[in-house]
Nanobody, 118 residues
Framework: QVQLVESGGGSVQPGGSLRLSCAAS????????MGWYRQAPGKQRELVAI???????NYADSVKGRFTISGDNAKNTVYLQMDSLKPEDTAVYYC????????????WGQGTQVTVSS
């Protein structure tokens, strides 16, 4: 069973930075896109950033200019560099891989907590 393993969450003051990492426990051959979502208490899960196999990037308006997604499709790894963090960025962050395993399938990580507070 393939798992996505996340790391890099934690607590930081406003204006600080964190870098999230996500890697697959076993190779997933056909990955179309990798991305990050987040879910704050009492809110729905929302897309933060996504990177496609072809290298196209897409960001939520709320993080544009502050967050940077990068990744290596062949190595099944994706990163999220988060700068100029704000209290409203506080959430559980989940990585996800959109893959094709004979049919479309989304792999999800277990989530990592990011808390921005003074």
């Amino acid at each position: 069973q393939v798992q996505l393993v996340e790391s890099g969450g934690g607590s930081v003051q406003p204006g600080g930075s964190l870098r999230l990492s996500c890697a697959a426990s076993r190779t997933i051959v056909d990955v179309n896109a990798m991305g990050w979502y987040r879910q704050a208490p009492g809110k729905q899960r929302e897309l933060v950033a996504i990177i496609t196999r072809g290298g196209s990037l897409n960001y939520a308006d709320s993080v544009k200019g502050r967050f940077t997604i990068s990744g290596d499709n062949a190595k099944n790894t994706v990163y999220l560099q988060m700068d100029s963090l704000k209290p409203e960025d506080t959430a559980v962050y989940y990585c996800t891989f959109a893959a094709y395993v004979g049919y479309p399938y989304a792999f999800w990580g277990q989530g990592t907590q990011v808390t921005v507070s003074s």
